[in-house]
Structure formats: C-alpha cells, structure tokens
C-alpha cells in the first residue's frame, strides 16, 4: 500500500515517523511523507526509504504562509491532492490533531488513519496556560479543539494512541474500541544500546553523580522541580550535577530559577542532541528523570526517552502519571515522585544514590520485550493489514 503521511512540523527528525516509516516499508509499504519546508532543504528528496515533499514556495514570506498548518489551508489541500494522483495513494496517515482535518475530505479516495501522539486539546492547554501571546492564551481557554478530536476520532478508519489510558478515554468518548490500536512509543533496544561510550563525556562528568533530563524545555513538564530538589539532594551529595539537554522557551526562566535558588553551578544546560548521540549522554548518568506532572495531558501519553532509559538500565525518577508509574513499577525501573512536590524528587534522588544497584532486579527479558519496538511494529502492520484486505 501506498501511505501519505501528513506531518505539521519540518522533517527530518521526528523519532515517531521514522519508527513507524521504517516498520512499515520493511512491511512492503510505500510511505510518502508531506511536511512543512523552510527552504534550506530540497522540495523532495529520499530519506531512509520516506520519500519526502515539502511545502516551500520559493518566496520567504509565501512559504511562510503555505506552511501554516490550519485547516483549510489552500496549499496543504492542493499538495495533497496532487500527491494522492501522483502516487496512487491508498492512506492518509495524519500525524496529530491539526493534520487531520487535511485528511478526511480526501476519505472518499483513501483510507484514513488518525496518529494521536498525545492528548493533543489537553497538550494545548498546558501549552498556552501562561504563553505570553494573549491570543494563544485565550485560545487555549477554548474547547474548539476537544469538539474536533471528537469529529475526527468518528470520522477516521483508524486510529493510533500511545497508552491503555487514551484509548480508554475514546471509548469513554463513544468511539467504537475496534478501530483503536495502541502503537507506543517504545523504542528499538538494538539501535539506542549499539550506541557506545563516549570517552571524552565520561572524561567530562565521570567524577559527577548526573541526575539527566532529555527533551524540551517546554511549559507544563515539571523542569522546576529537580532544580528546585537540589540544595537538598546537593546537601548530601555536593558532586551533584543536573543535566538538562534540550531546548525551548522555558530555558531562561530555568536559568534564572537555578540562580535565585543558589544551585545555578549544579546545573548545566546542553544543547539540543541528534539521536545517535543521547544515548551516550544516557550512559554517563546516575539517575534519568521524566518529571512531568500528572495531569490530563501527561496521563494519557508516554515519552521516548523514559524507554531510552529502560533500554539502557538507568535508575528513573518519574513522576505519578498512571502510564509511566505503571511501566517503571512493574519493572522495579526506578522511584515515583508525587508531581509537583521538590521534597519528594529529593527523596527519590536520594533513594536512588543510596542504593544504585537496586533497580531491575526483574526478569530482563519480559521488561525487553515490553519496551520494544517491535511490538508496536507488530501492531502498526496489523492496522495496515486490515485496510489492505
């Protein structure tokens, strides 16, 4: 089958797709892959077997305005359109809440398969709680998107979430159970522990104990909170050091947290890292953290990185959002925090540095295969074998 999958944001990288792009062409599936262009790469080019088309006008401030991605936009609309003759397309593969919209008038010629990475009315939210464009702020006061999830959900063929819990949450809604499949954000083990060593990191933070945060520095995930953690967790162990790599608005207002605390020299902020480099950073930590809050967005997603971490046997401080307190429970991976309380991150810091070698103590090969990849593979191919029969 041929696969059009719509994707709001530029590609290359985004992790989910080349998952899920690459499961699907070693399934004998074609995956053409249509996103927003900023004019430094070409219009189309081949990567890793996604033949990828990109919006972008020649024009700066054209481009610009094509790549907006809000329905109905005339350009995603006609490129969609040209690409779904051009290629014989048999699914639009939308890729979270605002390419949705995009796909479903084209469902009279091709199947439609919604890919909710997250709660995505939830996520907007969090996002534009405190946004300093009062536009966005009043906008994520509206129930605008929630009434589209809702339409989308009963208008696609299919639809992909991450966790148990969101799918409990669109049977809840109404949506027939049936034409929900959970393909996960697990991880390909092979791929993150083939990664090796990096002698000049360990060189660098080998005489530190490393508390590691991978991701971005966006509103809504709790970054406050190890910061806030470490003149406690440092009174006990000085050689502590936060890790935070990644990038995002909040990066500044981190900064200033750390200096008005007096913990700013315990903190170092790295930039964003390719792939095949984070799992050497992974590597050199003591203790890797996912301090999201539980809250109605959290509670029905779950990160990359915490299965980066697993797949690596890192100690993990999370937070109590069902997902993931679930998966590192079930597997002894680490300590669970009360969300949004600095006392008890230092205390499950602390359990961690005072037992190290504590943690996954459980069968490894049952802890493997359920951070897998490849069971969601195994899913993704079944939902693709339906519409193809």
């Not at 999958?5 to 004998?28: C, N, T, V, W, Y």
């Amino acid at each position: 089958m041929n696969s059009l999958m719509l994707l709001q944001k530029e590609f290359p990288p985004d992790i989910r797709i080349e998952k899920e792009a690459g499961s699907l062409h070693k399934g004998g599936h074609s995956i053409i892959l249509l996103c927003k262009g900023s004019g430094v790469r070409p219009r189309e080019e081949t990567v890793d077997g996604i033949h990828v088309c990109r919006i972008q006008p020649d024009l700066p401030l054209l481009r610009k305005l094509a790549g907006v991605p809000i329905f109905p936009n005339p350009f995603w609309l006609w490129y969609i359109w040209r690409l779904i003759r051009r290629f014989q397309i048999d699914v639009i593969h939308a890729h979270d809440l605002p390419m949705i919209p995009f796909a479903l008038p084209f469902k009279k010629w091709c199947n439609v398969v919604f890919d909710m990475h997250e709660h995505y009315p939830a996520s907007i939210r969090v996002w534009y709680q405190n946004h300093p464009n009062l536009l966005k702020r009043w906008l994520g006061k509206l129930r605008f998107a929630d009434a589209l999830e809702r339409f989308s959900c009963r208008r696609s063929d299919f639809i992909l979430v991450v966790t148990e819990e969101q799918k409990e949450r669109l049977v809840r809604l109404g949506i027939p159970s049936g034409k929900i499949a959970i393909v996960s954000n697990r991880e390909k083990l092979d791929l993150v522990r083939s990664v090796p060593a990096d002698v000049e990191l360990e060189r660098t933070y080998g005489s530190k104990r490393v508390i590691l945060f991978a991701g971005n520095f966006a509103g809504g995930r709790g970054l406050d909170i190890p910061i806030r953690a470490l003149k406690k967790i440092r009174a006990r162990y000085p050689d502590v050091l936060l890790l935070m790599i990644g990038e995002g608005r909040e990066e500044a207002a981190l900064r200033r947290l750390a200096e008005e605390l007096g913990v700013l020299e315990s903190v170092e902020f790295v930039p964003w890292q390719p792939f095949e480099k984070v799992p050497a950073y992974i590597r050199i930590a003591s203790i890797c953290i996912n301090p999201q809050p539980a809250s109605e967005c959290i509670d029905h997603t779950l990160s990359h990185k915490v299965f980066q971490y697993m797949a690596l046997r890192k100690p993990v401080v999370v937070s109590d959002s069902r997902p993931i307190k679930r998966i590192v429970e079930r597997y002894h991976a680490g300590e669970i925090y009360r969300s949004g309380d600095p006392e008890d991150f230092a205390r499950a810091c602390l359990q961690i540095f005072q037992n190290p070698d504590g943690y996954y103590d459980r069968n490894g090969e049952q802890m493997d295969r359920e951070i897998s990849w490849e069971r969601d593979e195994e899913a993704l191919l079944r939902v693709y074998q339906r519409m193809g029969s």
